[in-house]
């Protein structure tokens, strides 16, 4: 089965970059069909949706944060990554990758979920 795991630093200064790599194995990350997603929950709210990249290496963005955002992927270790500029303690969530059924839109479905990683901006 698909599993995803979610790494990078758990704290993150404001004004820097937020990286994180979701690693994924029992799929290729270039498999038609899916997409690659990352969300996040910030505390005490619901879940939003960052972005996602596509079996071609295609991305789209939240509106909100596309200024902010870049996903990225490396095909050889299997692995998408996200890059969330310029942060600020409003960032702070926990940080999900997800598979994502087919192109994102209004609504979103996943199949498969990593764990969630605690990511705090603070000085």
């Known amino acids: 089965q698909v599993q995803l795991q979610e790494s990078g630093p758990g704290l993150v200064k404001p004004s820097q970059t937020l990286s994180l790599t979701c690693t994924v194995s029992?799929?290729?990350?270039?498999?038609?069909?899916?997409?690659w997603s990352w969300i996040r929950q910030p505390p005490g709210k619901g879940l939003e949706w960052i972005g996602a990249?596509?079996?071609?290496?295609?991305?789209y963005y939240s509106p909100s944060l596309k200024s902010r955002t870049s996903i990225s992927r490396d095909t050889s270790e299997n692995q998408f990554n996200l890059n969330l500029y310029s942060v600020s303690p409003e960032d702070t969530a926990v940080y999900y990758c997800?598979?994502?059924?087919?192109?994102?839109?209004?609504?979103?479905?996943?199949?498969?979920w990593g764990q969630g990683t605690q990511v705090t901006v603070s000085s």
């Open positions: 997800a598979r994502e059924m087919g192109r994102p839109g209004p609504s979103h479905e996943y199949d498969y």
């Open positions: 029992g799929g290729s990350i270039t498999t038609n069909w899916y997409w």
């Open positions: 990249i596509a079996s071609t290496g295609s991305t």
